[in-house]
RNA sequence: GGCGGGGUGGCAGAGGGGCUAUGCGACGGGCUGCAGACCCGUUGAGCCGGGUUCGAGUCCCGGCCCCGCCUCCA
């Protein structure tokens, strides 16, 4: 097994990732709030993610995934007042849209999805743990978390207690005892319509601590890799290491993964610009493969900047490997390569190749998961092979079936083709397509160019695309 | 102001002291009935100023500029 590195934002270094259990990874990820739609940000997030654990997967870890949705908050009170619904509707709207747009990017579901209006009396535990250990306080307005009393506070973020106070527009609650402390629990608001009762009056969950329950419940109390996104190492995380360490002598996980910024156009993404980018948007327009392969097109700590354009040369560029993939399906249905098994110089080449891919990809995504790298090889390799077929060098069905294999296993760990088992249908449709070409061929040979190119133009608006090449045609389903 | 990440060819975007990144594009040519695909070639780069070195996009120092976070944020 590779040794794989990671930026670890704690260090601030790469460091070799040894997971606390010799062959499970314990992933931690903060999921969305669920206030509106999520956007093509989000989406960067999770798809990364989703990676990073088939990745793991992969390699021969045995993973365990959490991904949280914060389904109570203030902008979901906000907006379900503004609607005229409950709070607790809205989130559950909010929240089945974000499932709906998290399958629909064809991404596997972690093994918890936790939600925090379902942890409220593990959460009231814990504060109520934080209190007695008096690292929180009660005030009248619910209670706090006392910043001071937790000494590695800032190790995330890497900043100072004094830093944070210079400048810092914190904001003023009457409860506070000092400006740093945040609020664990919030006291109910007349004007608010959810609530729980708790020890210390009814009121709802502070925006941090239901990460440190729910991945203490899930994962314990120390786990391997939590990721998020880069906006949320201050305060977030920050927070939440103070909770959980104040409680456990922990450090809640031993890797924080952040995932960087997207931008629209160069561009912060932001209600008030209105360019926020839904995902549920692009996918009308993009396959998800697509999406996908943009996203891990950059290497995951890079700000991306969005642009129309992006999307349009992502999907070309994924199409070098389709394209590939798509031909070897071909050339193993069409069935005019039963006949040999021998394989040529040429072939064995190409198949060293696969080797030296496949040594190139996993160096690659050990390297602090630089898909980017990755995937330029798969592209290369994949340009090969087409190249083969076309000067048709590819003689053997075992051959084919090798490279198809291989580009389809890497490719799917990426998520960026679509399933496309070779099934009966697919070999029946094979055939006649091979028949009608065949024909098409006999037009071709005594020059009835009308009739051919109607045949072609006819299997192009049936979605099948013809390129006439040295070893005859290739055939391909496009869509 | 503090912290973090950057500045690479027309665009996107890697690697990282001497070895073609790659993709999109542009230009010329080949193949081809046409289209497409494919092939060959050309084009074109490393923010600025110093330094280290036989040699620097690549290391060091100093600038300049961009972006993010520091407030709700994936």
Redesign the pocket.
């Known amino acids: 097994m590779n040794r794989i590195y990671i930026f670890n934002t704690l260090t ?1 270094r790469k460091e070799p990732f040894e997971p606390l259990e010799k062959n499970r990874v314990k992933m931690y990820v ?4 669920v206030y509106d739609d999520v ?1 093509i ?2 989406a ?2 999770f798809i990364f993610f989703d990676f990073v654990r088939k990745f793991l997967e992969y390699v021969g870890y045995d993973v365990r995934y959490v991904l949280n949705i ?1 389904d109570v ?3 979901i009170i906000r907006a379900a007042r503004e609607r005229g619904i409950s709070s607790l509707d809205y989130a559950e709207e909010y929240t089945r849209r974000f499932l709906e747009d998290y399958l629909a990017l064809k991404l596997r579901p972690p093994d918890v999805f936790p939600r925090v209006t379902k942890h409220i009396e593990e959460i009231i535990d814990f504060i109520q743990k934080l209190i007695d250990k008096n690292f929180a306080y009660t005030a009248p307005d619910g209670v706090y978390y006392r910043v001071k009393a937790f000494k590695g506070y800032g190790k995330l ?3 100072s207690l004094e ?2 106070l ?6 003023v609650s009457e409860g506070k005892k000092d400006p740093l402390d945040f609020a664990l629990w919030k006291a109910k608001k007349k004007e608010e319509d959810v609530c729980w009762s708790s020890p210390w009056g009814s009121g709802r969950p502070g ?1 941090h601590i239901e990460c440190s329950v729910m991945s203490m419940k899930y994962l314990g109390e120390q786990f391997d890799i939590h990721g ?9 995380h920050e927070n939440e290491i103070a909770q959980s360490e104040a409680l456990t002598g922990k450090v809640p996980a031993r890797y924080w993964i952040h ?5 629209i156009s ?5 209600k008030s610009l209105g360019n926020i980018i839904k995902i549920r948007d692009i996918l009308r327009r993009y396959s998800p493969e697509v999406v996908k392969f943009y996203v891990l ?3 995951y ?5 969005y642009t129309e ?2 999307l349009e ?1 992502a999907k ?2 994924l199409d ?1 490997v389709v ?1 590939a993939y798509d031909a070897l399906g071909t050339l193993i249905s069409s069935g005019d390569y039963k006949h040999s098994f021998r394989i040529t110089d040429e072939e064995m080449n190409i198949l060293y190749s696969i080797r030296g891919t496949k040594d190139r990809v996993l160096d690659a995504l050990s ?1 602090d998961f ?1 898909t ?2 990755a995937l ?1 090889e798969l ?2 390799l994949s ?1 090969d092979v ?2 083969a077929i ?2 048709d060098k590819i003689k053997s069905l075992t051959v084919a079936f090798q490279l198809r294999e291989f580009i389809g296993d890497l490719s799917n760990l990426f998520g960026i083709l679509e399933e496309k088992p070779i099934s009966e249908e697919h070999e029946i449709l094979a055939r006649v397509i091979e028949e009608i070409l065949k024909l098409r061929e006999e037009f ?1 040979k005594v020059k009835n ?1 009308e009739v ?2 109607a045949i ?1 133009a006819a299997l192009n608006r049936a979605g099948i ?6 070893r005859g045609p ?1 055939w391909r389903i496009i869509r």
């Open positions: 601030g903060c999921g969305p709030t956007h940000g989000h960067r997030t914060t908050d203030d902008k973020s890497k900043r830093e944070m210079v400048g810092a527009r914190v904001e925006w998020g996104g880069s906006d949320l190492i201050f305060p977030h995932v960087g910024m997207l931008q160069g561009e912060k993404m932001s097109n950059t290497h700590r890079k700000p991306v900047d354009e992006s040369e070309k560029t070098i394209r390297d630089n980017r790298e330029k592209m290369r340009k087409y190249q076309v000067d071709r160019w051919a190119d072609r695309h013809v390129d006439d090449t040295r290739v």
